[in-house]
T-cell receptor
């Protein structure tokens, strides 16, 4: 089944404790992206990747890191999480960024930073 | 850059028709997407418009006017399961990511 898989789905942790949210897609998609979604603010892009070893900042990259060492995986790293990073996170992928290609989203990761 | 506006909330009655509007101001344009998102779930793709006019897909239709920077999503024969947020997203020319509006929360009532 074609899908984008995120782990964990839920995480409660404390300020300053490094964490990684994994994202994997099995569709051989070139483009991958991370969003956060907050009430009243909608989906905001954190980082995106056009292909292996190519990553770019989105609208809200501060406090986050990503890597794209292989095509299928695009982990999101919070080196020193803070409470303002409490949010619902989505990973998404698409074959490329050709205009007609929609993004496929993972099921989301709900992070709570205490 | 992009600026995308949608109403925050709408309410409609089961069996009725509802139109959700989206306006955008962009330096360029290469397509507009509509996504549906149920509470706590992932957005799912509904429709795509790049040329002016209406695209119909079952109970859902999407319209685009590029000269007006305007799109709408039309939902017919509303069902309770259509209660969700509807997200408008625009793509710039070139290899740029989608920019999403804040979404419209639709409540379908009996």
């Amino acid at each position: 089944e074609a899908q984008v898989t995120q782990n964990p789905r839920y995480l409660i942790t404390v300020t300053g404790k490094k964490l990684t949210v994994t994202c994997s897609q099995n569709m051989n998609h070139e483009y991958m992206s991370w969003y956060r979604q907050d009430p009243g603010l909608g989906l905001r892009q954190i980082y995106y990747s056009m292909n292996v070893e190519v990553t770019d900042k989105g609208d809200v990259p501060e406090g986050y890191k990503v890597s794209r060492k292989e095509k299928r995986n695009f982990p999101l790293i919070l080196e020193s999480p803070s409470p303002n990073q409490t949010s619902l996170y989505f990973c998404a992928s698409s074959p490329g960024t050709e205009f007609h290609q929609p993004q496929h989203f993972g099921d989301g990761t709900r992070l709570s930073i205490l | 850059g992009q600026n995308i506006d949608q109403p925050t909330e709408m309410t409609a009655t089961e069996g009725a028709i509802v139109q959700i509007n989206c306006t955008y101001q962009t330096s360029g344009f290469n397509g507009l997407f509509w996504y549906q998102q149920h509470a706590g779930e992932a957005p799912t793709f509904l429709s795509y418009n790049v040329l002016d006019g209406l695209e119909e897909k079952g109970r859902f239709s999407s319209f685009l006017s590029r000269s007006k920077g305007y799109s709408y999503l039309l939902l017919k024969e509303l069902q309770m399961k259509d209660s969700a947020s509807y997200l408008c997203a625009v793509r710039d020319p070139g290899n740029t990511p989608l920019v999403f509006g804040k979404g419209t929360r639709l409540s379908v009532i009996a």
